[in-house]
């Protein structure tokens, strides 16, 4: 109940009464009215089962989609690195080129609702893109991105036991619908990466048990590269020290890079506050014998190594990207990139859970100060560790991981 407390006053202090009102019934159909109600040019707002199969033929029910005239996910936006003299470089934009490989990508809960529930439309599109636009779209310099907009589970969905496996489901089976009209339409046999963070992961923890693991998935299996399970927060497990097992019996942990048909998972929070029976989720859910694995992107084979690259919103947009403390950018940036700052190293917990611990390892001669307000409300640090900064603070590294199966 200390998490769902603290949720409800984040909640309103991110949303200021907007974005908790749109309306979402436990079934996922449509709200009566106020700002959940459908507009008149917006995606399809109810679950309607009659659309089974038809629903992503839409092109407004795609949030990146390259066959669309809506595509969000081109290229990534405007960046401004940080160097360690303080001075401010401008970041080159990726020479584009064709794409060898898509990028199949789900969104985690931007749905604040403290109703357990299901998103009745899409309205709340701009803070998806929010999210999106640090998790989805910095990828499409390297894959086709895919992504689709589906009714999730609302926050208040994950305290409550008693339908949140239901609801779950329920979200899944719109997000299996989309993969299966992908692989159908747009796939032509090419390798696909999945991309996930949070429910998102929880999504695709799901597809890939039921679509790729297993001996009568083996084919399509063959075309996963790489599976990036990001902040599953225990929903993901494997039996302790093992790379196999668990969620999985065919798909195991990466160790290396360029190494195909594996996973990368980490959660991820500050070398200082490691998660424990009071402060964290990792240990939530988590069955006796099991863990939640923590593979370290800079450094998939172990060991401790610096971050790439990390990626800052010059204007972040509360619990949807973190809040930060950056330098003046300019006007043009909307990422500022820490690059060889922090330091990142799977670590076990008192309680015997791996994580990821994030430090900062810069030089004595860095003028670089530290970016992330610890203390900001919206980023529940003190809750759920850097949960909402798992891939702010690992881009450069998770794209360096997408990178080695483009050659």
Not at 177 to 186: D, G, H, K, L
Not at 293 to 298: E, L, S, V, Y
């Amino acid at each position: 109940m200390r998490l769902l407390g603290k949720w409800a006053t984040v909640a309103g202090l991110v949303c200021g009464g907007a974005c908790g009102t749109s309306d979402a019934s436990e079934d996922g159909r449509s709200g009566t009215g106020g700002a959940g109600a459908r507009q008149e040019g917006s995606p399809s707002n109810a679950v309607d089962d009659a659309n089974q199969g038809e629903r992503y033929a839409l092109d407004a029910n795609w949030l990146c989609n390259p066959a669309t005239t809506t595509n969000r996910c081109q290229t990534r936006a405007p960046a401004t690195e940080v160097a360690a003299d303080g001075s401010l470089l401008p970041v080159d934009a990726p020479p584009q080129g064709r794409k060898r490989i898509d990028c199949f990508y789900v969104y985690p809960t931007v749905d604040l609702q403290l109703t357990p529930g299901r998103a009745s439309n899409f309205q709340n599109v701009a803070d998806i893109w929010a999210t999106a636009r640090v998790q989805a779209e910095p990828f499409a310099d390297l894959c086709d991105v895919y992504a689709p907009l589906y009714h999730q589970a609302t926050v208040g969905t994950y305290f409550n036991t008693t339908r949140q496996e239901e609801l779950l489901e329920l979200a899944y089976d719109e997000i299996d619908e989309a993969f299966q009209y992908y692989m159908a339409e747009y796939n032509a046999g090419r390798k696909v990466v999945l991309i996930g963070h949070s429910q998102g992961s929880h999504m695709l923890r799901r597809l890939l048990q039921r679509r790729f693991d297993g001996p009568d998935n083996r084919e399509v299996r063959d075309q996963l590269a790489v599976a990036l399970l990001i902040g599953s927060m225990g929903d993901f497990t494997v039996p302790p020290g093992e790379r196999v097992g668990g969620s999985f019996d065919d798909i195991p942990l990466c160790s290396r890079l360029g190494q195909v048909g594996c996973v990368v998972s980490f959660n991820a929070y500050p070398s200082r506050m490691p998660p424990t029976d009071e402060f964290g989720l990792v240990v939530e859910g988590v069955a006796d014998g099991m863990e939640a694995p923590c593979t370290n992107p800079a450094a998939l084979g172990g060991g401790k190594a610096q971050s790439a690259g990390a990626f800052f919103q010059r204007a972040p947009a509360g619990l949807f990207t973190g809040t930060t403390k950056l330098p003046t950018l300019g006007s043009a940036a909307y990422f500022g990139v820490f690059r060889d700052f922090y330091g990142l190293e799977c670590g076990t917990s008192d309680d015997g859970q791996p994580y990821l611990a994030v430090s900062v390892l810069a030089t004595d001669d860095d003028q670089r100060a530290d970016p992330i307000d610890y203390m900001a409300d919206q980023l529940l640090v003190d809750v759920v560790g850097l949960h909402v900064l798992d891939f702010n603070l690992t881009l450069d590294d998770l794209l360096n991981v997408v990178r080695a199966h483009t050659d």
